[in-house]
């Protein structure tokens, strides 16, 4: 008597999930967004040039690219506006706001401070290159494991906060749960940007004794700590949202006029001391709560 051979196992049945297409894109929100992904790709694209003086201005290619990541967030911010006011914010322009942000205020600011370091730590008389895991010193290898930190911190800060955030309300944006990637963007990019004004218009290429070995150390450390701040379940409050909407006390206006007057004379110093500031705000709340306790 024959015995019947076993039945294979049979495969669990794949559920598809149904197609829905859009049924339309909002043109004014999404231009301003892709214009935010094409300032970032911008600024790497000037970011990766040997420092120098450019075409543009008489500007050093890293200034450019600060430059273009601040003008990437004045993009990021009008989109939003955009859509609130045409009534066209949607799921898909969310997702598209995330990816422009991360190459944006992610990749962009980590590829800055790398070249930036890699041009002052060593001296730009015999160091061409961008640091990376191939270096020959344990302190390049350490700068570029920050900024891959960095932009790994930037990708799950914005993969967190689309998870999160199930209301497109504005009363449910009143403030963030860690650093926003502009923010985190904008400190490591107006540094940069305040670097390379001292370098060109205050030391005129001669920097004092210790600048250049003091500011590839400082550079890195702040990148590291606001990779940390993104990631962190710190508040920080949306400063449109929480300041410039609706009705405010008189007194609120005449403080938003003093940074605005003190950038019309030393601008690369006060977006510095702007986004250091707010980096910095949500921390100091907690310790202040905490002694207050």
Same mark, same amino acid.
């Given at each position: ?174 403030? %963030?749960?860690?650093? +926003?990637?502009? *923010?985190?963007?904008? @400190?490591? =990019?107006? /540094?940069?940007? #305040?670097?390379?004004? !001292?370098?060109?218009?205050? %030391?005129?290429?001669? +920097?004092?004794? *210790?600048?250049?070995? @003091?500011? =590839?150390? /400082?550079?890195? #450390?702040?990148?590291? !700590? ?68």
């Amino acid at each position: 008597m024959t015995t019947p051979l076993p039945t294979p196992p049979t495969r669990p049945h794949r559920t598809h999930r149904p197609f829905t297409p859009l049924p339309g894109i909002a043109v004014v929100p999404t231009l301003f967004t892709l214009g935010n992904l094409v300032c970032g790709f911008a600024a790497i694209h000037y970011a990766s040039k040997p420092i120098g003086e450019s075409a543009i201005l008489g500007w050093s290619t890293l200034t450019i690219a600060g430059s273009l990541v601040i003008a990437g967030m004045l993009f990021d911010a009008i989109d939003g506006f955009a859509a609130r006011i045409t009534g066209s914010a949607s799921e898909f322009g969310a997702q598209l706001d995330s990816m422009a942000d991360m190459v944006t205020f992610g990749v962009a600011p980590a590829f800055m401070m790398l070249r930036l370091v890699s041009y002052y730590y060593g001296g730009p008389e015999h160091y061409t290159g961008i640091l990376g895991p191939d270096a020959d010193n344990a302190y390049g290898k350490i700068i570029w494991g920050v900024a891959a930190f960095y932009i790994c911190c930037t990708a799950l800060r914005l993969a967190r906060f689309n998870a999160e955030t199930t209301s497109l309300d504005e009363e449910d944006h009143r403030y %963030f749960r860690g650093l +926003p990637s502009p *923010g985190a963007g904008g @400190t490591v =990019a107006s /540094l940069t940007l #305040l670097h390379q004004h !001292l370098m060109v218009a205050r %030391f005129h290429e001669v +920097p004092p004794d *210790g600048f250049e070995r @003091t500011s =590839a150390l /400082l550079l890195p #450390l702040v990148t590291l !700590l606001v990779s940390a701040a993104m990631i962190s379940r710190a508040r920080y409050w949306h400063l449109v949202n929480r300041y410039l909407r609706g009705r405010q006390p008189f007194a609120a206006v005449a403080w938003a006029i003093l940074p605005i007057a003190f950038a019309m004379w030393w601008f690369q110093v006060a977006i510095a001391v702007s986004f250091t500031l707010y980096a910095l705000s949500a921390p100091a709340a907690w310790a202040f709560r905490r002694l207050r306790a």
